[in-house]
């Protein structure tokens, strides 16, 4: 009976230690999933973490584009609204053109362009429609024989410049100059030749005057 008893005890003992074993095992595969579990739910909290970042990122970039939209429409619309002036005009075919004893405005009747309808051929003045930078050229011939040419610019009645030449042997001789004005709405520019002087001119269109708008303000 002795016997049987401790044969049974140390069954019992070897089963019981086989139990615990496994029961250390089951612990340790619990706690390996535990830590696998909190391994992915890292990972989840990390691509959550990015996903939001791309998103935030997505609503920026299209509230980039839009402001871009928004600026490209603007700009569409101050080109379309800006106003457009441009002209270019020469004297008659009538060939010269002499001042006599007091100055002449010159009358450029024959228009090459006229966008915006700024210059007048009918009195030889520009007229600005809005305010702002305006870029105006000349070009003048005469035929100089021991004489002088000379071309005045005008703004509002008060000379801009005024250009000379002189010459002697009788052949073609021309005048061009340019300058950039800033003018109020209404304001005028006209060409003016000094008393005693003449041009030319005829189908050719040698002597021209010309401006357009570079900018409002």
């Known amino acids: 009976m002795v016997v049987e008893l401790r044969v049974l005890l140390t069954v019992t003992q070897s089963e019981l230690q086989k139990m615990e074993a496994e029961n250390a095992a089951v612990k ?15 990972e989840l909290a990390v ?12 609503e920026h970039q299209e509230t ?23 002209f ?8 010269y053109i002499e001042s006599g004893n007091t100055e002449l405005n010159l009358v450029f ?18 007229t600005a429609p809005v305010r702002g930078v305006y870029y105006f050229r000349f070009t003048v011939r005469d035929d100089l024989s021991s004489r002088y040419m000379s071309i005045m610019m005008y703004k509002n009645g008060e000379q801009v410049m005024r250009l000379g030449e002189y010459d002697t042997d009788g ?3 021309y005048l061009s ?3 950039t004005l800033q003018l109020e709405e209404g304001d005028v520019v006209n060409m003016r030749l000094p008393a ?3 041009l030319y001119d005829n189908a050719n269109n040698l002597s021209t005057f010309s401006g357009f708008l570079l900018f409002p303000l």
Do not use: H
């Open 28 to 42: 340790t595969e619990v706690m390996n999933l535990k830590m696998e579990n909190a391994a992915q739910e890292t």
């Open 47 to 58: 691509l959550k973490i990015r996903l939001a970042a791309t998103e935030t990122d997505m």
């Open 64 to 86: 980039r584009l839009a402001i871009t939209e928004t600026d490209v429409v603007n700009l569409e619309k101050e080109i379309t609204d800006q106003p457009k002036v441009a």
């Open 88 to 95: 270019s005009a020469a004297l008659p075919d009538s060939g």
């Open 109 to 126: 009747t024959k228009i090459i362009t006229n966008i915006g309808q700024a210059y007048s051929s009918t009195t030889g003045f520009f």
């Open 171 to 173: 052949m073609p001789s």
């Open 177 to 179: 100059s340019g300058a």
């Open 196 to 198: 005693g002087y003449r």
